[in-house]
């Protein structure tokens, strides 16, 4: 299947999650809007470990599709955190976004297709693809320059976390731009 369900996150906030967030903020405090998405990327290699970041509840993954779990969001609506739970074959649509994003693998073995934007055929052509495992991360820009769609390609449950710009009620509606694909 490929939609998703959105988890609300605990009211308790782990010190290693704690960690994150404020590495995040300051990383975006400091970066320059072009490379914003990048800096969180950055931010979020040196926190490639599950230990301490997710409970026991945010690391089960549903039979029937991939799990959001919302970690952190910022009180102005800047940015959250999701933790994405898969489980095997588990798969997004090929998609944009509307907004920033980074992301990176913390558990498992997940595929990311990458996809050309056609705009005479206002479609995307599949580019390339690669096997992406624990401390793999990722950056993009918002719109159509950086199509992809991420699979669990292991045996086992993966875990990604990903960073958007955009306020946790938004998360499930103002993230993912679906496209078709040729």
């Known amino acids: 299947?490929?939609?998703?369900?959105?988890?609300?996150?605990?009211?308790?906030?782990?010190?290693?999650?704690?960690?994150?967030?404020?590495?995040?903020?300051?990383?975006?405090?400091?970066?320059?809007p072009e490379y914003l998405p990048q800096a969180v990327c950055d931010v979020l290699r040196e926190h490639a470990s599950v230990v301490g970041l997710l409970n026991t509840q945010q690391q089960t993954g549903n039979a029937e599709r991939y799990i959001r779990h919302v970690l952190y969001s910022h009180p102005m609506g800047l940015y959250t955190i999701v933790a994405l739970v898969w489980c095997p074959g588990q798969i997004t649509p090929v998609h944009g976004h509307y907004t920033w994003c980074s992301y990176i693998v913390l558990k498992g073995s997940m595929?990311?297709?990458?996809?050309?934007?056609?705009?005479?055929?206002?479609?995307?052509?599949?580019?390339?693809?690669?096997?992406?495992?624990?401390?793999?991360?990722q950056a993009s820009h918002a719109g159509l320059e950086s199509v992809h769609r991420l699979r669990n390609v292991g045996n086992d449950v993966s875990i990604s976390i990903h960073v958007y710009g955009v306020?946790?009620?938004?998360?499930?509606?103002?993230?993912?731009?679906?496209?078709?694909?040729?």
Do not use: Y
Request: with cysteine; proline share 3%.
């Open 1 to 32: 299947m490929r939609t998703s369900t959105l988890e609300n996150a605990q009211n308790t906030v782990s010190p290693a999650l704690s960690k994150l967030v404020k590495e995040i903020q300051l990383a975006l405090d400091q970066a320059q």
């Open 111 to 137: 595929q990311e297709e990458c996809f050309v934007w056609d705009q005479q055929k206002k479609c995307a052509v599949r580019r390339e693809q690669a096997i992406k495992g624990p401390g793999d991360a």
């Open 167 to 182: 306020d946790a009620q938004r998360v499930s509606t103002h993230v993912n731009r679906i496209v078709m694909s040729a």
